[in-house]
């Protein structure tokens, strides 16, 4: 199926590179197929991923196992920044809110998809597989990965779309959970699936009480180093210090989870959780340092996890179970996806838009895959790696564009604006007063004090009568002149003005004008042409009650998503 592709890479002479090369090519590479990705409207995530599969074993080879397996370590810590950050975002109003919504889906979908795959992987298996007791163990099998759904790159188009509202929050809480509910079900699959193959070695005992080892002890390291974080950032407020502290934290919680066996997705999301309820204001600061620290870790991860799928060891018998699990796993989602939604009686959009959002499968599904290699070697063992990595390859990248067209039309894009984001988006044009109240050079004391009467700006624009801007007047320059009162009808706006230190133009970037005025420490940035005219006038507090409206603006909006106005 894949020969003329594999035949082609194969002419390729093996390439044996560095760390640090390698490192700048994924990085690199990477960066700039997520660019490419996104101007054709396409999640930029999937760029990332399919630059990693150019440059992995299906592709060139270059990111071969061996260096994967040096990167493990690198994986871990990724993984731990994606769950600490989706922690992050659970604050307890959310709990409150929307527990009972999230619980009752996370069981609908996750069980559906579990069903729905155990029993068509063991009735086609059973045709196409010699032995119909080894089909309907890797049909059980396959249905307890089937459940799992990959937080990082759902939750990457959430971010980089900056949505807000019911259903992503919704999806923020199950991609939390799934983690948990996929490590049960896998313990209920696996004991049974031994059972079938006749396994005297498992203990019916033994792999129920191994997930909820993993699952308590990763919920205990990681609400207690949340604890040990808020105590931290109550008394430090440096943001150099904050970022090492929480980066320092993370990997602290990953390491002691994975020397006891702990889930690492979970002890970091619980991290995040615990941190995010105990001291909301401050951990707001350390995420916000966070979002700076962490795309080009983000983007190794994402193309590493394209450079993992290898996709040259499909078979007929396969293929077929794999689309049947695609098939399987993606009707279960679905329909047990709308089930919960309208049991909980969640909000229309939820309901229409949430089966769209849970594709996505990559780390968690994969670990399974191979512990139930460990556990089943032999036929199984190969199966279920083979059939899981080809259909992450096909999940990871259709799952994105699913979740970026949900959002959208759920109306919920752009809603997660900070003034910081605001700023980056606008131009001069947008901020600017385009009709400030302006004084000529020719203009008497007392008609500039009229002007002042009638307007509440603190600076005005002096120009000639072409429109030409000549200075600035302030209201706390006039004050000293106030004193001159015998002076008023001798006084011209062109005695008064100060000269004008710097100008923007309206379609330079809000951004680079505001840095502008930050750097000559100005109140005020008269905006103007080409060719020197008036064009508006940016008063550095307008900039704030502008963004303020904006923001405020957007908050309503996500309200009325909440509400179902």
Request: proline share 4%.
């Amino acid at each position: 199926m894949f020969d003329p592709i594999l035949d082609f890479f194969s002419k390729i002479p093996a390439i044996h590179l560095n760390v640090l090369i390698l490192l700048g090519l994924a990085l690199f590479g990477g960066t700039y197929g997520g660019r490419l990705f996104q101007k054709l409207r396409i999640p930029q995530v999937v760029g990332y991923i399919a630059v990693g599969i150019l440059l992995g074993q299906t592709g060139a080879n270059i990111v071969n196992e061996q260096v994967l397996e040096s990167f493990q370590l690198f994986n871990y810590f990724a993984l731990g920044l994606i769950g600490f950050t989706i922690g992050g975002e659970l604050k307890k109003e959310t709990f409150i809110k929307y527990g009972k919504q999230i619980i009752y889906v996370l069981l609908f979908e996750g069980i559906a998809a579990f069903v729905l795959v155990t029993v068509l992987v063991g009735v086609v298996g059973s045709l196409l597989m010699d032995n119909a007791s080894t089909a309907w163990a890797l049909g059980l099998l396959l249905g307890a990965i089937a459940s799992a759904t990959a937080p990082a790159a759902t939750t990457n188009v959430l971010w980089e779309y900056k949505s807000k509202g019911p259903l992503t929050t919704t999806i923020l809480g199950i991609v939390a959970m799934d983690d948990g509910l996929a490590l049960l079900l896998f313990a209920v699959a696996s004991s049974i699936a031994g059972l079938i193959l006749g396994n005297g070695s498992s203990s019916l005992l033994g792999t129920f009480v191994s997930p909820l080892y993993e699952i308590m002890g990763s919920l205990f390291i990681g609400v207690f180093s949340g604890f040990v974080l808020s105590k931290i950032l109550k008394s430090h407020s440096e943001k150099e210090r904050v970022l090492a502290f929480s980066v320092g934290i993370v990997l602290l919680v990953l390491g002691v989870a994975l020397l006891f066996g702990f889930d690492i997705l979970l002890a970091s999301m619980s991290l995040g959780v615990t941190v995010v309820n105990l001291t909301p204001r401050k951990s707001r600061d350390m995420f916000d340092l966070l979002k700076g620290f962490t795309p080009p870790i983000f983007v190794l991860f994402f193309v590493l996890v394209g450079s993992e799928l290898n996709l040259s060891y499909m078979s007929v018998p396969l293929v077929l179970i794999a689309v049947v699990y695609l098939v399987g796993r993606t009707t279960g989602k679905m329909a047990g996806s709308t089930i919960g939604a309208r049991i909980s009686k969640a909000s229309q959009s939820v309901r229409k838009y949430l089966p769209l959002c849970l594709f996505s499968q990559a780390g968690v599904a994969i670990g399974l895959s191979i512990l139930a290699g460990h556990k089943f070697p032999g036929e199984i063992s190969s199966a279920i790696v083979i059939i899981i990595i080809s259909t992450v390859f096909v999940l990871e990248l259709a799952g994105p564009p699913f979740v970026k067209m949900a959002v959208i039309k759920a109306g919920e894009a752009g809603l997660n604006i900070t003034e910081e984001d605001l700023i980056k988006q606008s131009k001069v044009k947008d901020i600017m007063d385009k009709n400030p109240p302006v004084i000529y050079e020719n203009m008497c004391l007392n008609k500039i004090l009229e002007i002042f009467s009638s307007h509440d700006n603190l600076y005005y624009p002096v120009v000639n009568k072409d429109k030409y801007l000549m200075g600035i007047i302030s209201i706390d320059h006039l004050k000293q002149t106030f004193m001159l009162s015998g002076l008023n009808e001798f006084l011209l706006a062109y005695d008064l003005m100060e000269p004008v230190i710097a100008v923007t133009h309206p379609e330079t970037a809000m951004t680079e004008a505001k840095e502008e005025m930050e750097r000559n420490r100005m109140e005020c940035l008269p905006v103007v042409t080409k060719d020197d005219k008036l064009a508006g006038f940016i008063e550095f507090r307008s900039i704030q009650r502008l963004i303020s409206i904006k923001i405020a603006e957007l908050e309503r909006k996500s309200m009325d998503l909440e509400t179902g106005k």
